[in-house]
C-alpha cells in the first residue's frame, strides 16, 4: 500500500488540531509546572498564558494554561497574575472586573475602555436579537468598504511607485 506524502499544510493543521485536543485534557504533570510558574509571577507583576506556558516548559499550550486556571478552586493559584496576549484581561463580565480589582489593589496599572453605546457580549447575541444581527450586519459591510478602499488605495500607490522606477 503506496502512502502519499501530506502537505505541509496538512501536517501543520493536523499538529494544530493534535495540540488543542491535548491542551484541553489535564496533565498532572503539565499542570504542576504550571503552577509553579504561575505562583512565582511577583505581586505587581503579570504574565500572559503564554509566558506560563513556555515558562513551564511547553511553550505552544497557552489553552492549557486556560484550561487550568478555569478549573482550579478559587483561591488556590494567583489567577489574576495572568493575562491575555498584549496584556489583555480576557475574562468577561464580573470575573473581568473582578480580575481587575486585584491586579489594581496589587498596583498593576489597569486601562479600561469603554465604547459607547455598548456592552460585552453584544455581537454574540446576533442570534437572538434583531437589533444585534442588524449591528453584526451593518459593522460586517463597513469592514468590507474599508478593506476594498485600503485594497484600492495600496494597488494606486503600487501603481504610482513603480511609475517612478520606470
Known amino acids: 500500500m503506496k502512502r ?3 502537505s505541509p ?8 488540531r493534535r495540540l488543542r485536543k491535548d491542551a484541553v485534557r489535564p496533565n498532572e ?6 503552577q509553579r510558574v504561575i505562583r512565582s509571577i511577583p505581586k505587581g507583576k503579570v504574565a500572559t498564558y503564554g509566558q506560563v506556558a513556555a515558562a513551564a516548559g511547553y511553550p ?26 498584549g496584556g489583555e484581561i480576557k ?11 486585584r491586579l489594581e489593589q496589587e498596583g498593576v496599572p489597569v486601562e479600561l475602555h469603554i465604547i459607547p ?11 437572538v436579537l434583531p437589533e444585534a444581527r442588524e449591528a453584526l450586519n451593518l459593522a460586517a459591510d463597513r469592514l468590507r468598504q474599508a478593506i476594498t478602499a485600503g485594497h ?6 503600487n501603481q504610482q511607485a513603480d511609475s517612478l522606477f520606470t
Open 4 to 6: 502519499t506524502a501530506k
Open 9 to 16: 499544510q496538512a501536517v501543520s493543521r493536523e499538529m494544530e
Open 29 to 34: 504533570l503539565r499542570d504542576k509546572a504550571f
Open 60 to 85: 505552544l499550550y497557552h489553552r492549557a494554561v486556560a484550561r487550568l486556571l478555569r478549573t482550579v478552586p478559587t483561591g488556590f493559584l494567583p489567577w489574576q497574575r495572568v493575562v491575555g496576549a
Open 91 to 101: 475574562l468577561r463580565f464580573e470575573a473581568a472586573a473582578e480580575q481587575r480589582l
Open 117 to 127: 453605546g455598548m456592552f460585552h457580549g453584544f455581537w454574540r447575541m446576533a442570534g
Open 152 to 157: 484600492r488605495l495600496h494597488s494606486h500607490t
